[in-house]
């Protein structure tokens, strides 16, 4: 089965500049997820959807963050303004059972 | 809220030398417990699980036992070889209200496996 689908791999941008990433979970997996990778750090859990709801977005800051689900199906996750210390790893995940995970590659973003 | 502790790297180790990664955490209820792994230039890959007290995973030649009563989910291999140099993540799955079931991930540990 193909795996969780995620495009930009790397984004270069400016403070202050706005950018989007997308994703397409794995086949008939209703949750989906997106988490952020600083480096050294482990993924920190930024939004899950059940479907094109919002389970979870508690750690999402959403004066910048903003995320959709609108078909229930792909997503996109978009930081506007972009700061300094956005620059990480965002990981997108599908699952299909609790708690069972398949993580993308990620979408490296570096502010400068 | 939960959390996970893993121990500090870089831990670096001779082949066939026996490999130890210890993991705590601090949950309501009795979480699913993990080890994700991250190859370098990879994506997170799930390793192993166990979904209850006393639960043993085990996926190729590593193992980590569920122990409720020191809250530990240490990761175990017998003999390491180079090929295992990688990061490794003790996450917790979460039981939350309207079926949130993200994972909480500790800060990982960067192994490296000389010849």
């Known amino acids: 089965e193909a795996g969780v689908a995620q495009s930009p791999r790397y984004k270069i941008i400016e403070k202050r500049q706005s950018v989007a990433f997308w994703c397409n979970p794995i086949s008939g997996h209703a949750t989906l997820y997106w988490y952020q990778q600083i480096l050294g750090q482990g993924p920190k859990l930024l939004i899950q959807f059940q479907n094109n709801g919002v389970v979870d977005d508690s750690q999402l800051p959403k004066d910048r963050f903003s995320a959709e689900r609108l078909k229930g199906v792909d997503s996109t996750l978009k930081i506007q303004p972009a700061k300094l210390e956005d620059s990480a790893v965002y990981l997108c995940?599908?699952?299909?059972?609790?708690?069972?995970?398949?993580f993308g590659a990620g979408s490296r973003l570096t502010v400068l | 809220g939960n959390s996970v502790t893993q121990m500090e790297g870089p831990v670096t180790l001779s082949e066939e030398a026996f490999l130890t990664i210890n993991c705590t955490y601090t949950?309501?209820?009795?979480?699913?417990l993990f080890w994700y792994v991250q190859y370098p230039g990879e994506g997170l890959q799930l390793l192993l699980k166990?979904?209850?007290?006393?639960d043993k995973g085990s996926n190729k030649g590593f193992e980590a036992t569920y122990r409720k009563e020191t809250t530990s989910f240490h990761l175990e291999k017998g003999s390491v070889q180079v090929s295992d140099s990688a990061v490794y993540f003790c996450a917790l799955g979460n039981i939350g209200g309207g079926g949130a079931d993200g994972l909480t991930f500790g800060k990982g540990t960067h192994l490296i496996i000389q010849p």
């Open positions: 995940a599908s699952s299909l059972v609790a708690n069972v995970l398949t």
């Open positions: 949950a309501t209820g009795y979480p699913s």
């Open positions: 166990a979904t209850k007290a006393d």
